[in-house]
């Protein structure tokens, strides 16, 4: 597994990492055993960072971490989230809920100092709001939490995020179907040494190629409750695609899979190639795919043919519904 830096947290982390949301139980069929498994399978295949929010099954996800920091002596890097236990409002960003929010995180995953809080897609006021990053500062200088960032839903969140000294990461949806990223926020990423974490990586698992027109989902699953945006941001379920042009792309990208490697790697290797990108992290459930994901980090750069023909793919099918809007 390689390693990249994460941005002005100064640590070193997988390229590869693990995204904790299903394991929480919040939406669709989990199993804390399998979860764990699939976590040890992550670690034992050199993954090192976990993604998790205080709200993923209402701290189920955390605390299933704080059972593999507990089994395991390896450097786990684990970024937790903050402010969704509220209604989302500005006003809700204050020192004492942030830090209420914060101890609770600490309790579940059994630590002392947390590795890194992200405000957890905040409303847009929040980026206008110093005092919510004056907030922030005090709980690092408390010393409850090494470094913060910010899990942004838009571009343009992303941008004025940065423009705060001390955001170290900004976590932001990137894959072949959301492209726009690469465009002008990774190059001011860059230049101000913020970490990025891809998040959504495989569009909701559309982008492994497991599903035709005619799948279907438990209802308590968010492909299937929140397929046109009826609980949350559409952007987070497909990447906001059209679940049906999203399949017809994925025939196509079939074709550009190399021997040896899955769709799901080859969506995953594409992230990679961004040199802005610190870690990407796929949400798996089971040791499988936790290792399958892993392995993405060991296949070559994709070929300049194969990323003239997803861009092109991009740019005609699938931009059109997501460009403009995230
Ligand atoms: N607002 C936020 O900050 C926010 C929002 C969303 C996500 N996230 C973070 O990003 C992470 C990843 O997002 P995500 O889980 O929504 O989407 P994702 O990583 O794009 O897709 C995950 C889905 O892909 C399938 N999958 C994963 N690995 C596979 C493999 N090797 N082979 C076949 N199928 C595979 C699984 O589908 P099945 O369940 O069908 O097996 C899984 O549920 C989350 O866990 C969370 O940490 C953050």
Redesign the pocket.
């Known amino acids: 597994m390689r390693s990249r830096r994460l941005g002005k947290t100064d640590q070193i982390v997988s390229e590869v990492?693990?995204?904790?949301?299903?394991?929480g139980g919040s939406w669709?069929q989990t199993d804390d055993d399998e979860s764990l498994a699939a976590m040890h399978a992550a670690v034992d295949a050199g993954i090192t960072l976990?993604?998790?929010?205080d709200v993923?099954g209402d701290g189920r996800?955390e605390r299933l971490i704080a059972r593999l920091l507990r089994e395991r002596d390896e450097d786990i890097f684990v970024?937790t989230?903050f402010g969704?236990r509220a209604p989302l409002d500005v006003a809700q960003y204050t020192y004492d809920n942030l830090r209420g929010w914060l101890e609770r995180s600490r309790e579940n995953l059994g630590v002392d100092t947390v590795d890194l809080v992200?405000l957890?897609?905040p409303p847009w006021e929040t980026y206008y709001t110093p005092a919510v990053f004056d907030a922030c500062d005090r709980l690092v200088d408390d010393g409850l939490v090494r470094a913060y960032g910010v899990?942004?839903?838009k571009v343009e969140e992303a941008l004025k995020a940065i423009e705060y000294p001390n955001v170290a990461t900004v976590?932001i949806?990137f894959?072949i179907f959301r492209q726009r990223p690469a465009e002008l926020f990774f190059e001011q990423a860059r230049m101000r040494d913020v970490g990025v974490?891809a998040?959504?990586?495989?569009?909701?698992?559309?982008?492994?190629g497991?599903?035709s027109r005619d799948s279907s989902?438990s209802s308590d699953?968010?492909?299937s409750f929140n397929r046109n945006g009826e609980q949350?941001?559409v952007g987070?379920?497909f990447?906001g695609v059209d679940f049906e042009r999203g399949v017809e792309v994925v025939e196509e990208l079939k074709g550009l899979v190399p021997e040896g490697a899955?769709l799901?790697?080859l969506?995953l290797r594409w992230i990679l190639g961004f040199e802005a990108v610190s870690t990407v992290?796929?949400?798996?459930?089971?040791p499988?795919?936790?290792?399958?994901?892993a392995a993405a980090a060991a296949l070559p750069p994709l070929e300049d043919e194969t990323l003239r023909t997803i861009g092109g793919l991009y740019r005609e099918r699938i931009a059109p519904q997501v460009h403009h809007r995230w």
């Open positions: 990492g693990f995204g904790a949301w299903a394991i669709g976990f993604d998790t929010a993923y996800s970024a989230k969704r992200q957890h897609c899990s942004v839903s976590q949806i894959n974490i998040r959504v990586p495989l569009a909701s698992g559309l982008l492994t497991k599903f989902f699953d968010h492909r949350f941001d987070e379920t990447a899955t799901a790697q969506a992290i796929p949400g798996a459930k089971s499988e795919q936790a290792r399958a994901n």
